[in-house]
């Protein structure tokens, strides 16, 4: 069952059950109301003709009569007249006898002084009543048609209405359903028609402020982010492609060179060692590639432990300079700390480790003297490392980019690489909640200072 048939039936439900509650409760106001009023009735017909018997100003044979003849036409009521012996004094008709006295009910009536009463269909009363310094029981009844009529009228009226009411609430609810609706089939409609092929489509957001106006903006959101991520990895496999493309271009010109005609022994050794240096290049590709690729998990997905940063800096100098033996580390742990934990993380330390080697290379590759200075210190509960050198520096305009995956700066001519090695630093701290700034001056040196915090 779709949305909208749901709201018109709860909303019919609920109109349906107010409108049943409201006509029950007319229904049986009316009702009571008659029923008193009946009784009022009775008991006046019975005081008038108490009056007319006592007084003697009609006689009793007139008054009987008049009670039979009115009895053909309307529901005339029945009056009998005792006295406080329960002698019977006078009774409209004793052949009809609506209401059996009995003496027990004579006796309830003197002590009670009214009783209301119901015998079979008939409304009846009894009461005590006095004129002058003598004292009557009056007992009256009779069939109130005209207020059952009356009730039943009202019955038909309130179910008419209550019919009516519904069969205009069932489309009217329909209507204002799929109106309010509307703009969620707009929604869906729009939706539908954004792919792969126009990918920058964006829902029209009508008014920001109302429910579907936030749903259209989250969904606009939602797309901005994806779109965004698409075109990053479309960038991202292009830009492989490229650096895989130019090694494996040397290669096969060094070896179509080999194969065409004879060549001395040097020679050969000569091509095989050329080679042999663009098939290292793309292993350190494919290599840096793979930890850009796991640095990309969730947080939740790379298993951690507590890793002593002093440590993981002397392993990964000890990588650089086995990789790198011209390169020059300089490792200086000056804040002498009593307590461990201040340059201990809560992380991965293969992922660490990659991290420190890259940015000690870079430091490295992009000075003369090749050497990197790393220092260790702690503050505010992070565990700080700075990695700086002497060398070319980075230009200000360029230091917002330097973290985008391929980015090589202008001065690359200076070294070998391939523009993912701050990329991956980047995502390694991110999945260690931590973060790198950088200061450079041209000519003068650069640092990347690291802070992560610590447990
Ligand atoms: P790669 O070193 O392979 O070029 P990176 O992602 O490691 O790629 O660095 C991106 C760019 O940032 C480099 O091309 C370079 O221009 C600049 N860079 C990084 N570190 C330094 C540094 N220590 N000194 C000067 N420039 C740097």
């Given at each position: 069952?779709?949305?909208?048939?749901?709201?018109?039936?709860?909303?019919?439900?609920?109109?349906?059950?107010?409108?049943t509650?409201?006509?029950?409760?007319?229904?049986?106001?009316?009702?009571?109301?008659?029923?008193?009023?009946?009784?009022?009735?009775?008991?006046?017909?019975?005081?008038?003709?108490?009056?007319?018997?006592v007084?003697?100003?009609?006689?009793?044979?007139?008054?009987?009569?008049?009670?039979?003849?009115?009895?053909?036409?309307?529901?005339?009521?029945?009056?009998?007249?005792?006295?406080?012996?329960?002698?019977?004094?006078?009774?409209?008709?004793?052949?009809?006898?609506?209401?059996?006295?009995?003496?027990?009910?004579?006796?309830?009536?003197?002590?009670?002084?009214?009783?209301?009463?119901?015998?079979?269909?008939?409304?009846?009363?009894?009461?005590v009543?006095?004129?002058?310094?003598?004292?009557?029981?009056?007992?009256?009844?009779?069939?109130?048609?005209?207020?059952?009529?009356?009730?039943?009228?009202?019955?038909?009226?309130?179910?008419?209405?209550?019919?009516?009411?519904?069969?205009?609430?069932?489309?009217?609810?329909?209507?204002?359903?799929?109106?309010?609706?509307?703009?969620?089939?707009?929604?869906?409609?729009?939706?539908?028609?954004?792919?792969?092929?126009?990918?920058?489509?964006r829902?029209?957001?009508?008014?920001?402020?109302?429910?579907?106006?936030?749903?259209?903006?989250?969904?606009?959101?939602?797309?901005?982010?994806?779109?965004?991520?698409?075109?990053?990895?479309?960038?991202?496999?292009?830009?492989?492609?490229?650096?895989?493309?130019?090694?494996?271009?040397?290669?096969?010109?060094?070896?179509?060179?080999?194969?065409?005609?004879?060549?001395?022994?040097?020679?050969?050794?000569?091509?095989?060692?050329?080679?042999?240096?663009?098939?290292?290049?793309?292993?350190?590709?494919s290599?840096?590639?793979?930890?850009?690729?796991?640095?990309?998990?969730?947080r939740?997905?790379?298993?951690?432990?507590?890793?002593?940063?002093?440590?993981?800096l002397?392993?990964?100098?000890?990588?650089?300079?086995?990789?790198?033996?011209?390169?020059?580390?300089?490792?200086?742990?000056?804040?002498?700390?009593?307590?461990?934990r201040?340059?201990?993380?809560?992380?991965?330390?293969?992922?660490?480790?990659?991290?420190?080697?890259?940015?000690?290379?870079?430091?490295?590759?992009?000075?003369?003297?090749?050497?990197?200075?790393?220092?260790?210190?702690?503050?505010?509960?992070?565990?700080?490392?700075?990695?700086?050198?002497?060398?070319?520096?980075?230009?200000?305009?360029?230091?917002?980019?330097?973290?985008?995956?391929?980015?090589?700066?202008?001065?690359?001519?200076?070294?070998?690489?391939?523009?993912?090695?701050?990329?991956?630093?980047?995502?390694?701290l991110?999945?260690?909640?931590?973060?790198?700034?950088?200061?450079?001056?041209?000519?003068?040196?650069?640092?990347?200072?690291?802070?992560?915090?610590?447990?």
């Amino acid at each position: 069952m779709n949305i909208r048939t749901k709201l018109t039936l709860r909303y019919t439900a609920v109109t349906a059950l107010v409108f049943t509650l409201f006509a029950v409760a007319v229904y049986l106001f009316s009702e009571q109301n008659r029923e008193n009023e009946f009784f009022r009735t009775l008991k006046k017909e019975g005081v008038t003709k108490l009056h007319l018997f006592v007084e003697g100003s009609i006689d009793v044979e007139i008054l009987q009569s008049i009670y039979r003849s009115n009895r053909e036409f309307i529901h005339e009521v029945e009056v009998a007249v005792f006295d406080m012996d329960f002698n019977l004094l006078y009774h409209d008709a004793q052949d009809i006898d609506i209401v059996q006295e009995t003496p027990e009910m004579l006796e309830n009536i003197r002590r009670s002084g009214l009783l209301e009463f119901y015998e079979g269909k008939y409304h009846a009363v009894g009461f005590v009543y006095s004129i002058g310094k003598q004292e009557f029981i009056v007992t009256a009844a009779a069939y109130d048609g005209h207020g059952y009529a009356q009730q039943r009228m009202l019955a038909i009226l309130l179910i008419g209405l209550w019919l009516a009411g519904i069969l205009i609430i069932i489309p009217s609810g329909y209507f204002f359903a799929r109106s309010a609706l509307s703009p969620v089939a707009k929604i869906v409609e729009e939706v539908e028609h954004i792919s792969d092929f126009n990918p920058n489509v964006r829902l029209i957001v009508k008014d920001k402020r109302d429910e579907l106006g936030v749903l259209a903006e989250t969904f606009n959101e939602m797309l901005n982010r994806l779109e965004k991520s698409f075109d990053s990895q479309k960038t991202f496999v292009s830009n492989i492609s490229h650096e895989l493309r130019t090694p494996l271009a040397a290669m096969i010109a060094e070896l179509e060179l080999a194969l065409r005609y004879e060549h001395t022994s040097q020679e050969y050794t000569e091509i095989m060692e050329n080679v042999l240096n663009d098939a290292r290049r793309m292993e350190r590709l494919s290599k840096g590639l793979l930890d850009l690729a796991r640095a990309g998990y969730d947080r939740a997905e790379i298993t951690k432990e507590e890793v002593r940063l002093d440590e993981t800096l002397l392993n990964a100098r000890e990588t650089v300079i086995k990789n790198n033996k011209n390169f020059t580390v300089e490792l200086i742990f000056d804040t002498e700390t009593d307590d461990d934990r201040q340059i201990t993380v809560f992380g991965n330390e293969y992922l660490l480790r990659t991290a420190f080697v890259n940015l000690i290379e870079n430091n490295c590759k992009f000075s003369p003297d090749k050497t990197s200075i790393v220092s260790i210190s702690f503050a505010n509960g992070n565990s700080v490392i700075r990695f700086s050198d002497n060398g070319i520096g980075i230009s200000p305009d360029e230091i917002d980019k330097i973290y985008t995956p391929f980015y090589r700066g202008e001065n690359r001519e200076q070294a070998q690489g391939y523009g993912i090695g701050l990329a991956l630093v980047n995502r390694i701290l991110l999945l260690h909640k931590g973060e790198i700034a950088v200061q450079s001056n041209k000519g003068e040196g650069t640092t990347f200072v690291v802070s992560i915090p610590h447990v």
